[in-house]
């Protein structure tokens, strides 16, 4: 993360050296599905304002990533929601492999079916929220130490207090949800 970080910092300096950079860490904000990320940057590059997102990997996973020219599908849809709440059509992945600091830029272009894809992802969120509001919690299709919730980056706020809640009941690998809420798939 630490490398990220500093990756993040590093070429964002490029960017205002260049004179083209708008902001960097933009505080992102959305109500109706309630998002809030901080967009790595934003650059005005020929008179358009686009979006941006840096990423740090490995020398082989850059590698797939440059013979490809495609993000994880993870990834896309981050820049993809960063885009469509922000109303703009371009963005780009800068990636940095780890090992010898070389850059590789992958061009993103909104398109009606990546909007859809978006629009997809935030039913699905605008479900889970309601759930969460109406204090229904949904069976789990994964235990916490699954493959899929081990590394997601809001496990705390979904495991953290329904774990200490059933773990005295029935286990911290309990599923004893009401409502069947399907996990959200992202094209890969």
Excluded at 75 to 81: A, E, F, G, K
């Amino acid at each position: 993360m630490d490398s990220g970080t500093a990756a993040g910092e590093r070429i964002a300096n490029l960017y205002e050296e260049a004179g083209i950079l708008i902001d960097a860490e933009y505080d992102l904000r959305h109500e109706d599905p309630p998002i809030h990320g901080y967009v790595d940057l934003v650059v005005d590059w020929q008179d358009e304002e686009m979006v941006g997102e840096v990423k740090t990997t490995t020398a082989e996973s850059w590698n797939i990533r440059r013979a490809s020219m495609k993000p994880p599908g993870y990834q896309l849809i981050q820049l993809l929601i960063y885009m469509y709440v922000m109303k703009r059509e371009k963005g780009f992945f800068v990636i940095e492999n780890k090992n010898t600091h070389e850059l590789l830029i992958i061009p993103i272009k909104m398109t009606d079916e990546r909007k859809e894809l978006v629009e997809m992802v935030f039913e699905w969120m605008r479900a889970v929220k309601k759930a969460s509001d109406e204090d229904t919690m949904p069976t789990r299709p994964f235990t916490p130490r699954s493959m899929q919730c081990k590394s997601c980056p809001v496990w705390d706020d979904c495991w953290g207090g329904y774990v200490k809640q059933t773990a005295k009941r029935e286990g911290a690998d309990a599923n004893p949800g009401v409502i069947d809420l399907p996990p959200l798939e992202l094209p890969k």
